[in-house]
């Protein structure tokens, strides 16, 4: 496995990264809460609700994504090598 680290790994404390990592679990929860919310909800206008703010939650997940790979070199580029499609799958590496 290459490493994604060098001389300069791990980072000093970043206290920006961390909230920043904080809030996107928030997010993720965020999301999880409003499509539950949505599939038991009986009213298709209140389901409908649950789902537009589920959506917006995905926005502010991706903007949250957007500034942590700013502070974080190594996860900007393991988001950029297996999310994005860049990642050359190797049967030896699990990692
Ligand atoms: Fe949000």
Redesign the pocket.
Known sequence: MVPYYDDHYPPKYNKDLMLLREDLI??LQ?INQYEAHAAQAGDPQVRALFMEIAD??KH?VADLLKMINRLDPVQARLIRERVCGYYKYDAKDNG
Do not use: C, I, T
Request: proline content about 0%; hydrophobic content about 15%; cysteine-free.
């Open positions: 928030g997010e965020a917006d939650e502010h």
